[in-house]
């Protein structure tokens, strides 16, 4: 808690619960293991992902693709997460897709709504040069990275593209963020031989021509009651909320992190106010400026290292510590943990033994 007695929580990026779902029975049915065990490996209850139209934390998500990993064994389980998917399983979404008329409308449409279901997310289709490119990144600058997350998306894009273009179908380029894993032959046999990786974007390139190839069997009546449904939608969550103001400030405020605390006036610069202003802002809230980055250092602290294995030392430069101990000294006054103590709580620190079927 903060002081004044106002909690104010750190702007959390959200992804639809079907993700985490779908992740739940690929553990149960295709690796026959038992999800209820995962979860609660990781102190999180199934109550989680069982609401329908859930929304849950993209950093949970992360955790558990990161950790889900561990749990059966599969370091590429992102690339194998939509392999033999059926993408009636994403709801209006996947209806939406499969419904298109030709292939480059459905990854219009998974480029438009993708919003709708994880938020703080880039997802981009573009063509140059007879080449059609379909990017994917986390905006989010409060999130650590996750290798399985985006070889997660990058292999769904090529899945969808094999429904309509044949099984052995291969982009002809794709790009990862992260560095190359010390074994790359699913990814070659998945995705192709055309693999780069430490780009600035998740990436799939393909022939621009392929845009245009039809997709049999759609239902076009469908197709455009799925699209005026996804478009209200949309439009619902592009109202104004009465706190973007405080989720820009957090942003700014993470931003600048690495380089030290900024001061108050020079957020307020960033943010186009004076200092005075801001600071009669956040007292409406009930909260001062101060209380506000250790807020956001603690909840930023919780994300790194529940759901990435980023070094305590870099952890703390991200936060803006000149010095570990400091962070140390700090994480034990939020949590009463140390931050090694909080990380082995909240991630599994080795593959779980397969049970007997």
């Known amino acids: 808690m903060m002081p004044h007695g106002t909690d104010l929580p750190l702007y959390q990026p959200q992804i639809s619960a079907t993700y985490a779902r779908i992740l739940l029975d690929y553990i149960h049915e295709k690796a026959g293991l038992d999800s209820a065990k995962f979860l609660g490996e990781l102190n999180l209850s199934k109550e989680l992902v069982a609401e329908e139209d859930a929304m849950l934390p993209l950093a949970t998500f992360l955790l558990l693709m990161e950790e889900a990993a561990t749990y059966v064994g599969d370091p590429d389980l992102g690339l194998h997460y939509y392999e033999n998917f059926d993408f009636r399983e994403l709801g209006v979404l996947g209806y939406a897709l499969l419904n298109a008329e030709v292939l480059g409308e459905a990854f219009v449409q998974a480029s438009r709504y993708y919003c709708l279901f994880q938020t703080d997310t880039e997802l981009k289709l573009s063509s140059h040069s007879g080449v059609a490119e379909l990017s994917y990144k986390i905006t989010a600058k409060n999130l650590p990275y996750s290798r399985q997350d985006s070889e997660m998306t990058i292999a769904a894009f090529a899945a969808l593209a094999r429904t309509y273009l044949g099984p052995d179908w291969q982009p002809d380029q794709v790009s990862f963020q992260h560095a190359a894993p010390a074994d790359t032959s699913e990814h070659r046999r998945l995705l192709g031989p055309g693999l780069l990786f430490n780009q600035p974007v998740n990436a799939m390139r393909f022939p621009q021509s392929l845009l245009d190839t039809p997709i049999s069997n759609a239902d076009t009546r469908l197709s455009q009651s799925l699209r005026n449904t996804l478009e209200q939608l949309l439009t619902l969550s592009r109202l104004p909320s009465g706190n973007d103001w405080l989720q820009g400030l957090q942003e700014q405020i993470i931003e600048m992190l690495s380089d030290g605390v900024p001061s108050i006036e020079d957020i307020a610069g960033q943010l186009h106010v004076s200092g005075r202003t801001l600071q009669r802002k ?35 430069f991200l936060l803006g510590y000149s010095e570990l101990s400091s962070f140390i000294r700090a994480f034990k006054r939020w949590t009463g943990q140390s931050p090694a103590e909080f990380r082995k709580t909240t991630r599994m620190p080795q593959p779980l033994p397969r049970e007997n079927h």
């Open 282 to 316: 956040l007292l409406k809230e009930g909260v001062g400026y101060k209380d506000l980055v250790e807020n956001i250092r603690h909840q930023l602290a919780s994300n790194y290292l529940s759901a990435s294995g980023i070094s305590l030392q870099d952890i703390a």
